[in-house]
């Protein structure tokens, strides 16, 4: 029986189950420094997210920031970026960029504004742009991005500290204000690397703060920027982009940051409100299940509620250390007629071959052996050993993620990746009773 609807990593959060504390100690804070009148009080404030692999950091965060934005759309831009895939911090900021102009453009275009504050969003609206235009470059010739630069008129225009012309100045020697035969015949290239395109961002976002618009920026899957962390210089590059990214801390906006919670060394003290999202209880998973099959067919849930899969639910939820990695089993068992307590094991087998083809089946188990429990962590060496001193496997395991770092910056030690709690033989236990 197939699921036509049903997505495991779903973060829609109309999705969200629970979580009531942390959600309303999130909102209530946002909501106070958004309400506030003074705009004196609108310094920088950032928020972290921490949580194991899976655990609902996204969800929770989009859950937050839809109810902020219900409420204070009107003066505030919600920017929402997700850092996964983008592997610099270049791209971030690119992207991030291009959301401030969308953001601005929406702001613009549904509510009545007057003359002068559609005046104001308009040249806030072209300084994006020109940000977003610049990100698009390594190096160029000072000439031609004077020339590039030239459409955006009204950016001198704008009232107050023109924080962004200013780092244009100053760091890249790029001048909005040059007439075009003063532009002409300008010698020499200018590079736009991480840091100073930062800088560039941390200024448009005080330029928009000065307009009396606030921003909340959120960058969620941090961790996955750049996940590789064998080598030293792989972790170099990724302490780089990241410490890149978190000064924009330093900004007069909201900023809130997810990260897995073996990546949150790198978090200066600055960073100081960290919510970590504990694991959930099996009853709130079987609630975020219910919930996500009512979209299913009668004749799907129907099936799940049948004692036989009812036993087997209350084994894997048992297991699951996050939702994302009960969803999954039951998603992969429930289509492969493994959703039975004497199936279990088959459902095992079949889910291995399906999310870690390419290992091993026999160097998976072994591997989760090692650990005494799921949640044990072990060092290095063990796990070596577990590989049979098989360098290339130990390497493959980490890419693949099925182990991951207590520590990203020092991975000296290891835990299991969620996902394969289900292996281990703590959880043939969990089998053995429920079939019972």
Not at 7 to 26: G, H, Y
Not at 158 to 176: H, Y
Not at 315 to 323: D, E, G, I, K, V
Request: with cysteine; aromatic share 8%; charged share 25%.
């Amino acid at each position: 029986m197939l699921l036509r609807r049903f997505r495991a990593n779903d973060v829609d959060p109309a999705q969200l189950i629970n979580r009531r504390e942390e959600f309303e100690w999130l909102t209530e804070v946002i909501g106070d420094y958004l309400r506030n009148p003074d705009p004196q009080s609108h310094t920088p404030l950032s928020f972290c997210v921490l949580g194991e692999k899976g655990v609902g950091k996204t969800i929770f965060t989009r859950a937050v920031i839809r109810e902020a934005r219900q409420h204070f759309s009107d003066r505030a831009l919600f920017v929402e970026v997700d850092c996964r895939g983008r592997r610099s911090a270049k791209g971030v900021i690119d992207l991030i960029a291009k959301e401030i102009v969308a953001a601005l453009h929406n702001m613009k275009m549904p509510f009545e504004k007057t003359d002068g504050e559609s005046k104001v969003l308009g040249q806030l609206l072209e300084t994006a742009q020109a940000l977003a235009a610049i990100t698009r470059f390594d190096e160029v010739e000072l000439e031609e991005i004077h020339k590039h630069l030239r459409q955006f008129t009204t950016v001198t225009q704008l009232k107050g500290e023109q924080a962004f012309l200013r780092v244009l100045k100053l760091d890249f020697q790029i001048s909005l204000e040059k007439r075009d035969s003063e532009s002409a015949g300008l010698t020499g290239k200018v590079r736009f690397d991480e840091l100073r395109l930062c800088n560039a961002l941390k200024a448009l976002l005080s330029d928009i703060r000065a307009s009396e618009l606030d921003v909340v920026l959120y960058l969620d899957n941090m961790d996955e920027l750049f996940h590789h962390y064998v080598a030293p210089d792989d972790r170099s590059h990724a302490r780089r982009d990241t410490n890149t990214l978190l000064t924009l801390r330093e900004a007069p906006i909201i900023f809130i940051v997810n990260m897995r919670t073996y990546y949150s060394g790198i978090l200066p003290r600055e960073i100081e409100s960290r919510c970590v999202l504990p694991k959930l209880p099996a009853n709130e998973l079987a609630q975020i299940l219910e919930k996500r099959l009512s979209a299913e067919s009668d004749a799907v849930r129907a099936e799940v509620k049948k004692p036989d899969q009812a036993a087997a639910l209350f084994t894997l939820a048992n297991a699951a250390p996050t939702p994302l990695a009960f969803l999954s089993w039951f998603k992969d068992f429930f289509q492969s007629n493994c959703l039975t307590p004497s199936l279990l094991q088959q459902g095992v087998q079949s889910f291995l071959n399906k999310f870690y083809s390419t290992i091993p089946v026999e160097v998976i188990r072994r591997v989760v052996e090692t650990f005494e429990k799921p949640t044990s962590v072990i060092s290095h060496e063990q796990l070596l050993k577990a590989c049979n001193n098989n360098t290339a496997e130990l390497v493959q395991l980490v890419d693949r993620q099925a182990v991951l770092p207590k520590d990203f910056w020092d991975p000296t030690y290891y835990t299991l990746d969620p996902e394969l709690y289900i292996v281990h033989p703590a959880s043939h236990n969990l089998q053995s009773a429920s079939a019972g």
